[in-house]
């Protein structure tokens, strides 16, 4: 089943989009001053508007903002031409090349920190969480031919993202968990992730160093705890506190979850730093008739520790300033889409599923020439007319 946002952000207002313009604008433009005509927080402004309209690629930025009418364009402050008196947008070219010259991890913490600022709700009866898992980007490769793995940071109760990065190619998400996480405040907060994450140092950084706490899920990466979570949670229902039931019914199937659980105690063998409490998760899966076809349980453990000492405002979360952060060289960035490859009957794919690299170019067809000389050579040539009056031309009958 789809997971729904619980605290959907609040529609966007006049002031929301002016305070989105006044952070584009504390951008550092990476652009020489002389012969600037846009302005870099109109460039970001039209980029992101687009993209929330669906477009996906540069060309479609730039046809967006082509098409984009004159009360859009003047609420993203663009450029007005004096001469025909009317605004102009950016060209597709001058968008491109802004965009690719910027900091992709600024831009990513400029976003975020709006984005935080804008879900951002009064105070709530559970403490915020905020999810860590990362996807592979499709259609993003590197020039070393692999695909661009991103690691997020994602809020529960809105499902929008707080932080972000890129993940090398050489590493795993294990240690760029801590530094995803540095531009966030944690204290208090619920931090949950996979299986991958399930590690005794990323515990005692989270708990020790932040002041959160974390739900980790325990799978065969770790099978000592996973087979200590399975005896804590093995016996008759009534050995346990009771059990909540949550039902779900649509997408053509029924689904049943029946939660455990079951404290820490010392007879449990469970060493895990700062491990409180194990739950386990029974999901039955049937069809729309309720006979139940299928079954997966779930093990996962979590810390819930003592409230953070310092005060949080109204329970958000928010990353640090810009002022703060250490200063970002404008050189690196990261791979963006640029919509599909020119020319794709040029290039073949091979099969298993890399993009195609120029030894798999297809050659092109030799083509001889003698097929023209030859329809030439037998191709009967027209005979002269002349100015005999038996000579008849017989013209196209008009439509």
Not at 116 to 143: F, H, I, M, N, Y
Not at 367 to 375: F, G, T, Y
Request: charged residues 20%; aromatic residues 4%; hydrophobic residues 40%.
């Amino acid at each position: 089943m789809p997971v729904q946002s619980v605290t959907p952000c609040p529609p966007l207002t006049e002031q929301s989009c002016t305070d989105l313009l006044a952070r584009f604008a504390a951008v550092p433009d990476p652009r020489r001053p002389r012969g600037i005509r846009h302005q870099v927080q109109t460039i970001l402004a039209i980029a992101a508007a687009a993209v929330v309209g669906g477009a996906r690629s540069f060309a479609a930025i730039g046809e967006w903002a082509t098409d984009a009418p004159q009360w859009v364009l003047a609420v993203l402050v663009a450029r007005q031409d004096h001469m025909h008196g009317h605004l102009v947008a950016p060209h597709e070219a001058t968008l491109r090349r802004t965009i690719q010259a910027f900091d992709a991890e600024l831009l990513d913490a400029v976003i975020s920190w709006w984005l935080a600022e804008q879900c951002a709700t009064g105070s709530r009866a559970t403490l915020p969480a905020v999810a860590a898992d990362g996807k592979t980007v499709r259609g993003a490769w590197r020039p070393d031919g692999t695909q661009v793995h991103l690691l997020s940071a994602i809020s529960h109760d809105a499902g929008v993202v707080l932080a972000q990065r890129e993940i090398a190619a050489k590493t795993n998400e294990i240690p760029e968990l801590a530094p995803l996480l540095a531009e966030l405040d944690l204290a208090g907060v619920v931090v949950t992730a996979d299986a991958l994450h399930t590690q005794r140092a990323t515990a005692e950084h989270l708990v020790g160093d932040r002041g959160a706490h974390y739900v980790l899920t325990v799978k065969g990466n770790q099978p000592t705890l996973f087979a200590a979570c399975q005896r804590a949670l093995s016996g008759p229902a009534s050995a346990f506190a009771p059990e909540h039931i949550g039902t779900d019914r649509g997408h053509g199937r029924t689904e049943q979850r029946t939660t455990r659980t079951a404290p820490v105690t010392a007879k449990c063998a469970i060493s895990f730093p700062h491990a409180a409490q194990v739950f386990r998760v029974r999901r039955d899966v049937g069809g729309l008739d309720g006979q139940r076809t299928r079954k997966e349980i779930a093990y996962s453990h979590h810390q819930p520790g003592r409230r953070a000492s310092r005060r949080r405002t109204a329970g958000r979360l928010h990353p640090r300033p810009l002022a703060d952060r250490e200063p970002t060289a404008l050189g690196t960035r990261r791979h963006l889409r640029r919509g599909p490859i020119p020319g794709p009957h040029r290039l073949r794919a091979t099969g298993d599923g890399q993009p195609a690299q120029p030894r798999h170019q297809r050659p092109a067809p030799e083509r001889s020439h003698q097929h023209r000389l030859r329809h030439t050579l037998d191709r009967p040539r027209p005979s002269k007319i002349t100015a005999n009056p038996r000579h008849h031309v017989t013209l196209p009958r008009s439509w």
